[in-house]
Structures are given as C-alpha cells and as structure tokens.
C-alpha cells in the first residue's frame, strides 16, 4: 500500500523560509507524477506545484512561482518543496500527492492524483 508522509510545516514569519518533505512508501519504482497542494481554512483545494517522474519537468502556481522550488530525491522516495519569502496568504495544510497511473500530470486538480499524504500545517504570521 501506497503512503505519503508530509513533514516539516510550523510557524513562522513573513520572509521566512521553510522546507517541507514528503515521504513516499510502499511504491517500487519512481515512474510516478507527484505534486503539492494547499488548503486554506473555508478555501477550496489548490494546487502549488508538480513534477515529473524524473523531477526535471516542474510547474508552479502563479501565487508562488519564484518563491517556491519542488525536489525529488528518488534514492530516499521524498520530495521536498522549499518555499521563500512566505507571506499571511501562504498560511494553509500542504499535501503531498501522487497519481500513480503517469508519469506527469498537466492536470492540475485534486481529483487527478490518486493517493495523498495527511498534510502539515504551514503557517506564516504577518
């Protein structure tokens, strides 16, 4: 059975950085999307960033591009997502997630990833 382990999230200041992981179990091979996603309280689902099998083919959302670099590290199964210059509207649960049917996903929803991590709360403080 598939699991995905996010870690890393707190509290921190506006301009902080802060670096999360995401621990992928129980998958024997690497040949799999992943991405990142939040959720704000009373605020829908939203994607954050994605890449590909092989880490190099990435994508952000226009409210963190610049600020936010995705990496996969395939010898240890994690994938990191290192965030700068956070801001209040950065403040929400992150997830990690895998569709594990391709290799990259140009959708961007929730409903196109398969497996999900629990998620850690990121909060930023003005």
């Known amino acids: 059975q598939v699991q995905l382990i996010e870690s890393g999230g707190g509290l921190v200041q506006a301009g902080d950085s802060l670096s999360l992981s995401c621990a992928v179990r129980?998958?024997?091979?690497?040949?799999?999307?992943i991405a990142w996603f939040r959720q704000a309280p009373g605020k829908e689902r939203e994607f954050v960033a994605v890449?590909?099998?092989?880490?190099?083919?990435?994508e952000y959302a226009a409210s963190v591009k610049g600020r936010v670099t995705m990496f996969r590290d395939d010898a240890a199964n994690t994938v990191s997502l290192e965030m700068n210059s956070l801001r209040p509207e950065d403040t929400a649960v992150y997830y990690c997630?895998?569709?594990?049917?391709?290799?990259?996903?140009?959708?961007?929803?929730?409903?196109?990833?398969?497996?999900w991590g629990q998620g850690t709360q990121v909060t930023v403080s003005s």
């Open positions: 997630a895998t569709n594990l049917s391709c290799t990259y996903s140009a959708a961007l929803v929730p409903q196109a990833f398969d497996y």
């Open positions: 129980g998958r024997p091979n690497h040949r799999y999307a």
């Open positions: 890449a590909d099998w092989t880490g190099l083919k990435t």
